[in-house]
């Protein structure tokens, strides 16, 4: 019991010290795994997906997901910059990458790595529908979420025993391959409906911030639930909100992403 109890008064304190507040929605969460630890299993996963998949590059649609991909990561470092918060970004390698796969997905692991299926593109149809999709996967990695979702599955599996440094290598590389799953679905975190909620508005935010027109993103998640075959949703949907509520929530969101596509030169 004794034991219990100084884990419980430790994770207390590491709530204090490791609440990350997100600069552009303003929620807090608690990231207490390393960075540095997680982005490097990150890039591994990665070079391993992308080497037993067929990449596209060259082609139209691929150089449309690298400059769609290159803009919002420079209006994230901009606004970053802006509020004297750029360090948070020095770990970030980035790299946009198209992969021939009807999935309609896209996801973008933590430091910056991104995956665009080419079943999406249709659904977005333009730069504006992939950039509701880049906004919203690159948040996912600017926002922590990976870090947030690994701190949660360390919690519940060990407690504060991980306090003293004692997760072993292979434990650490289970939490990992737990959250981020190995193989064809790699990159589809199990998010919350917070970090999707989240997810919906940083990017509506950074697309906006970027000259995309906010307005499309409405249309886009509606022509991504209209995808659905019959009762089963795309992989991209599975844990994302309720699409009214999501629909609604945008709208809320709207005001403020067109302040910022209008100082973009975005015509209103």
Request: some cysteine; overall charge positive; glycine content about 10%.
């Amino acid at each position: 019991m004794k034991i219990v109890k100084i884990s419980t008064l430790l994770l207390a304190g590491l709530g204090i010290t490791a609440c990350v507040t997100n600069p552009v929605t303003g929620r807090s969460s608690l990231q207490i795994a390393n960075n540095s630890e997680i982005v490097t299993a990150a890039a591994a996963e990665y070079k391993t997906t992308l080497s037993s998949s067929k990449v596209i590059t060259g082609t139209a649609d691929a150089n449309r997901v690298k400059n769609v991909g290159a803009k919002i990561k420079n209006a994230a470092y901009a606004y970053y910059k802006s509020i004297g918060r750029e360090s948070a970004l020095s770990g970030y390698n980035w790299e946009f990458n198209l992969i021939q796969d009807s999935q309609l997905n896209a996801w973008c692991m933590p430091g910056g790595k991104v995956a665009f299926y080419t079943g999406i593109l249709p659904v977005c149809k333009d730069d504006n529908g992939i950039a509701v999709v880049m906004g919203h996967e690159v948040s996912h990695a600017l926002a922590g979420h990976g870090n947030e979702r690994i701190s949660q599955a360390m919690i519940a599996q060990y407690g504060g025993s991980f306090l003293g440094g004692t997760i072993s290598n292979s434990q650490w590389a289970g939490i990992f391959e737990k959250v981020y799953p190995v193989g064809a679905q790699v990159g589809l975190l199990a998010y919350g409906r917070k970090q999707e909620s989240e997810a919906d508005e940083m990017g509506l935010q950074l697309m906006a911030m970027a000259g995309y027109d906010p307005r499309t993103a409405t249309s886009f998640w509606q022509r991504m639930e209209a995808s659905s075959t019959g009762s089963r949703q795309p992989e991209f949907l599975s844990t994302h909100p309720n699409p009214a509520n999501r629909i609604a929530d945008l709208n809320a969101d709207m005001p403020k992403a067109l302040q910022y596509y209008k100082a973009a030169g975005g015509k209103l």
